[in-house]
């Protein structure tokens, strides 16, 4: 998993949110939470711990929105056919053949429809 941390580049310290770094490592190069066995926490108790000067100078909203333009070029990427996901153990061993956009897509509608009706089924028995 130490694919997963990020490099840090002396001239650019506060370029990047480290922890939104290594959770979009950790997720696109296949790890699961599941594997990991002891709880992880990258906790920092002082002044400024959540981030306050970040949210006030508005470099947190431009982190997030880098984040988020990150995982939408790799959703595209990957519905697109240009690159395969392979879930990985915490040792970094696949577990998986690779991503079934298929099957994903299938389960979603699977998942969409069985939601609505039962919806609906409540909303019948509860008037």
């Not at 997720?27 to 990991?36: C, M, W």
Request: proline letters at 3%; one cysteine or more.
């Amino acid at each position: 998993m130490d694919e997963c941390f990020p490099l840090v580049d002396p001239k650019n310290i506060g370029e990047e949110c480290k922890f939104l770094s290594f959770n979009y490592n950790f997720n696109t190069q296949g790890y699961l939470p599941f594997f990991i066995p002891v709880v992880a926490n990258y906790g920092r108790i002082h002044q400024d711990a959540g981030g306050q000067r970040q949210m006030a100078n508005g470099q947190m909203k431009k982190w997030i929105e880098r984040y988020h333009n990150d995982i939408d070029k790799y959703v595209n990427n990957l519905f697109k056919g240009r690159m395969i996901h392979r879930f990985k153990d915490g040792f970094a061993n696949i577990i998986s053949e690779e991503f079934d956009i298929n099957r994903y897509k299938n389960n979603k509608i699977n998942h969409q429809f069985n939601r609505k009706w039962y919806h609906n089924v409540i909303k019948m028995v509860l008037g």
